[in-house]
Nanobody, 117 residues
Framework: QVQPVESGGGLAQPGGSLRLSCAFS????????MYWYRQAPGKQREWVAT???????SYADSVKGRFTISRENAENTMYLQMNTLRPEDTAVYYC???????????WGKGTLVTVSS
């Protein structure tokens, strides 16, 4: 079993930065696909970014150029570097990993990011 656990959320000012982490307990087998999603108050969960085990990244238009998804295999951890934060980035951020070996997704429980002055 793989259990993702997010951390790094908190309060940031507009224009500021935060780095979210997603630590995976258990072995993350390849091939896999890692994701960040977010859910703002009163809205549906939306996709933010993707990173494949082959190193291919993709981003939602709303965060492109401001957010960067990355991974550190030795630490079994994924990151989301968020720069130039906006109030509309306020949301609970979730990480997810899809493991081809098991054909399923594994979700974390989320970490809250609040962007406000």
């Amino acid at each position: 079993q793989v259990q993702p656990v997010e951390s790094g959320g908190g309060l940031a000012q507009p224009g500021g930065s935060l780095r979210l982490s997603c630590a995976f307990s258990g072995s993350v087998s390849s091939p896999n696909v890692m994701y960040w999603y977010r859910q703002a108050p009163g809205k549906q969960r939306e996709w933010v970014a993707t990173l494949t085990s082959g190193g291919i990244t993709s981003y939602a238009d709303s965060v492109k150029g401001r957010f960067t998804i990355s991974r550190e295999n030795a630490e079994n951890t994924m990151y989301l570097q968020m720069n130039t934060l906006r109030p509309e980035d306020t949301a609970v951020y979730y990480c997810k990993v899809y493991l081809s070996r098991y054909g399923r997704d594994y979700w974390g429980k989320g970490t809250l990011v609040t962007v406000s002055s």
